[in-house]
């Protein structure tokens, strides 16, 4: 199983409204949806992949994404080899959109693989096939669970809902959007937020979008990409943030990364 590297998109922004693809990839095909999205059936019907779905094509498989109403969508996709048997033995339905229910965890992995996989390291593409076989351990689990009872502890439904804030940084969260997520008013949210945290949850998402701009920057995305990635409305918004936590503007700290890489 490998990952192809030219062909792993982590939280893409896509300014189109559909993609067809009508004589397939040359190789296995995974799609995370963050919006609803028409797409192909095993039997070439037209049906609907909800958010937080997982979509599975084989290899020279006609397929489509149509989404419906909006401008522009957000998804992670990664086409990779894989030994058909080894897909078999795994009982994953293809073709056949694929709800998972702990988004938050699911998406806590697409994070680390991607992280693991543009840290520059000798080892990022062995990271990413590894995090691969995770992720598909985790859709097998969570189609086929196992007996074991697991009981609910105290923080666990706070750290479900911080892996999904985290995950998702181009999203524009608020304090009131967590709390709702969280089941809880915005008071008492913030009061056990910060017990377990030891930070507001602005701050906390604040410190993310920050470590998230600047290894974005030190691994040569531009700035509008960061932007969206992000979530901010304006490059002086960003550069304001951005300076008063590292000390020079984004531009600034992208130009001493690039020039550091080229010495080496």
């Keep these: 199983m490998e990952v192809s590297t030219k062909a792993y998109f982590y939280l893409k922004l896509e300014h189109k409204t559909d993609t067809h693809y009508t004589e397939g990839c040359h190789e296995w095909y995974m799609e995370y949806f963050k919006e609803t999205a028409h797409v192909l059936d095993a039997d070439g019907k037209d049906i609907i992949a909800e958010p937080g779905t997982v979509y599975i094509v084989p290899p020279d498989t006609p397929m489509y994404f149509i989404y419906d109403g909006i401008k522009s969508f957000i998804h992670t996709a990664w086409i990779f080899d ?17 709800r998972i229910k702990r988004t938050g965890d699911f998406e806590r992995l697409l994070y680390e693989m991607n992280e693991r996989s543009i840290s520059g390291s000798e080892f990022g593409v062995l990271s990413r096939d590894l995090y691969l076989m995770l992720i598909f351990t985790f859709i097998h689990d969570e189609l086929y669970p196992s007996e074991k009872i697991y009981e609910v502890k105290r923080g666990d439904d706070l750290q479900s809902l911080r892996n999904t804030v985290m ?7 608020t304090v009131e959007s967590m709390a709702r997520r969280a089941n809880m008013s915005v008071s008492t949210f913030q009061r056990q937020y910060k017990k377990l945290y030891g ?21 040569g ?23 008063k936590r590292a000390g020079v503007s984004p531009a600034e700290y992208k130009k001493a990364v690039t020039e550091k890489k080229r010495i080496k």
Aim: charged share 20%; net charge positive.
């Design 199 to 219: 930070k507001t949850p602005i701050a906390d998402l604040y410190d993310m979008r920050f470590r998230k701009a600047k290894m974005l920057l030190e691994t």
């Design 82 to 98: 894989s030994d058909t048997d080894f897909m078999d033995s795994l009982r994953i339905p293809y073709m056949t959109p694929i």
């Design 167 to 173: 995950n998702s940084t181009a999203t524009p969260w």
């Design 221 to 243: 995305y531009s700035i509008p990409w960061v932007l969206n990635s992000c979530c901010f409305k304006s490059y002086q918004h960003f550069s304001h943030f951005f300076k």
